[in-house]
Structures are given as C-alpha cells and as structure tokens.
C-alpha cells in the first residue's frame, strides 16, 4: 500500500552486523504491527504496538512506534541467518477491524 | 494451538475457470481476511468478514466474491478466472478485539494461484 512505504525494500547484511527496517504512514496509525514471511508460506506475528513511544523486544528484535505515531523501526541486533525472510508492518490507520500492509523488506543473512 | 488452514497449496487453473479457495480456522475468531501477496505490493486486502454472512470490500475486490455461511470458514471465489489474478492468496482470522482494531492476524500457509 502506498499509505504504508517499507523502506529499504531489500537487505543483504553480514552474520552478525544489526539491522533497522522502517515503516512510515501517510496517517496517523492506530496501531502497527511487524511480521515476518518465510518464501512461500504465511505470515508469523513478531509483535504490535500502539502507543507513541512504546517501544518492544523479543530475543534479538526491538520495535519502536514514534511518539507522533506515525514511522515504526524494526531493529535486529547482530544478525542470524535464522533472520532471514521478508518483513511486513501492518497498520490500523482507522481505528478499524482491517490492515493495511507495506511492500515488505527482504533480508538476506550472509554466513 | 492456533491454526489457519488453506485447502490448497497449489492450484493451476485456465483463463476462464471458477475457483474456490478455501479457509477455515479453529479459534472461534470473529474476524476473517483474504489478501492477496504480489512482489514489490505487499499485502491487498481483497474482503474481509466480521461475522457469519457478513463481508466486506477491501481495496481490491474486483473480480472476486466470498462466502461465510459458518464462523470458521471463509471461502474467496474467482467467478471467472484471468491471468492477471495469477497470485498468493492469504486467509488470515482475527478475535474482535474490545479495545478496537483488528487485533493480531493468524495467517494460513497460502495459495499460490496460476491461472494460464
């Protein structure tokens, strides 16, 4: 979706460097949400915030939500090959029961 | 455990044809998306369903129907089959969540359509 711009659209990083993948709203986002995508199969939650500010972590993965509520970065601290898939933000911009979903970031893991 | 499932993995189907995709999830959840996953576009929302019977357009419905006659299944149906609907077809269900939004999706496996 164009109200949702993923960037980089892809990344090729050595094992064991960190990583940062953003996802910016054209509107204010109700709350967003991280997935990750292995080739071919369905989407594994990672986690959701929504308030401006919060901030989450779950092993190696940390994603903020900006206090104006509108971009969210993914970090991942030194990178494994296990990190490797494509990476999706969702969003609630209406306060709704639906999604809209970026482009994705493919990541690459190099041993 | 938590589980959306697609009946078919595959499916090669000509110009023209009907076609059924199938979803069906066993978490009593209210909430039932179909998207459709398209390189550098991400994920379209083709129609979702809040309730048994009740569905609504997402941002691309255009050639494409549903049916929910029961809370665990819902069906994404392609009246006549084109080329440029050659695509993975996502199911993915939700709990209606009291504080609003859509809440966490539980995505199924996929489908991956060809249509020749």
């Known amino acids: 979706s164009q109200e949702l711009e993923q960037s980089p659209q892809s990344l090729i990083v050595q094992e064991g460097k960190n990583l940062t993948i953003n996802c910016t709203s054209s509107?204010?986002?109700?709350?967003l949400y991280w997935y990750k995508q292995k080739y071919g199969e369905g989407l594994i939650f990672l986690m959701m915030l929504q308030k401006g500010g919060e901030e989450k972590s779950h092993e190696k993965i940390t994603a903020k939500l900006d206090e104006k509520k509108q971009q969210s970065s993914l970090h991942i601290t030194a990178s494994q090959p296990s990190h490797a898939g494509i990476y999706l933000c969702g969003a609630d911009m209406e306060y709704g029961n639906k999604l809209v979903f970026g482009a994705g970031t493919i990541l690459r893991v190099k041993s | 455990d938590v589980k959306v499932t697609q009946s078919s993995r595959y499916l090669v189907k000509r110009t023209g044809e009907k076609v059924f995709l199938e979803c069906v999830q066993d978490?009593?959840?209210?909430?039932m998306f179909w998207y459709r996953q398209d390189p550098g576009l991400g994920l379209r929302l083709i129609y979702f369903s809040y309730d048994v019977k009740m569905k609504e357009k997402g941002d691309i419905p255009e050639g494409y129907s549903v049916s929910r006659e029961k809370k665990e299944r819902f069906s994404l149906i392609l009246e006549s089959a084109s080329t440029n609907q050659t695509s993975m077809y996502l199911c993915?269900?939700?709990?209606?969540?009291?504080?609003?939004?859509?809440?966490?999706?539980?995505f199924g496996e996929g489908s991956r359509l060809t249509v020749l």
């Open positions: 978490m009593d959840h209210e909430n």
């Open positions: 993915a269900s939700s709990l209606w969540a009291l504080a609003g939004g859509p809440g966490e999706l539980f």
């Open positions: 509107k204010t986002l109700y709350g």
